[in-house]
């Protein structure tokens, strides 16, 4: 079966750095569109970034735009998310979700989901 699993979360100050990334396994990972998604308390589930296959195509909310940076190694089956500037505002739990074909950032798009991973930024 389809595993997804999110590492490098954590506790930073703000504007500190971390890296997030994102194993999947049971799929052919260099055809699948992946992103990464993040939840804070009592909020919707919201894309941060996603990544089509080949890389073609990437989209990042506004809010990252400058800050974070999507990659995937498809060689490894990797996904990571490099993310600096970090604001107290960034602190939720981060998913690594995948989906067969890349149809922007949007959660409902995407199929399989990872845990999560805790990001906490401190003022």
């Known amino acids: 079966q389809v595993q997804v699993v999110e590492s490098g979360g954590g506790l930073v100050q703000a504007g500190g750095s971390l890296r997030l990334s994102c194993t999947a396994s049971?799929?052919?990972?260099?055809?699948?569109?992946m992103g990464w998604f993040r939840q804070a308390p009592g909020k919707e589930r919201e894309g941060v970034s996603c990544?089509?296959?080949?890389?073609?195509?990437?989209y990042y909310a506004d809010y990252v735009k400058g800050r974070f940076t999507i990659s995937r190694d498809n060689a490894k089956d990797t996904l990571y998310l490099q993310m600096n500037s970090l604001q107290p505002e960034d602190t939720a739990i981060y998913y690594c979700?995948?989906?067969?074909?890349?149809?922007?950032?949007?959660?409902?798009?995407?199929?399989?989901w990872g845990q999560g991973t805790q990001v906490t930024v401190s003022s």
């Open positions: 990544v089509s296959a080949n890389g073609d195509r990437s």
């Open positions: 049971g799929l052919t990972f260099d055809v699948y569109a």
């Open positions: 979700a995948a989906n067969r074909f890349y149809d922007g950032c949007r959660p409902g798009a995407y199929s399989h």
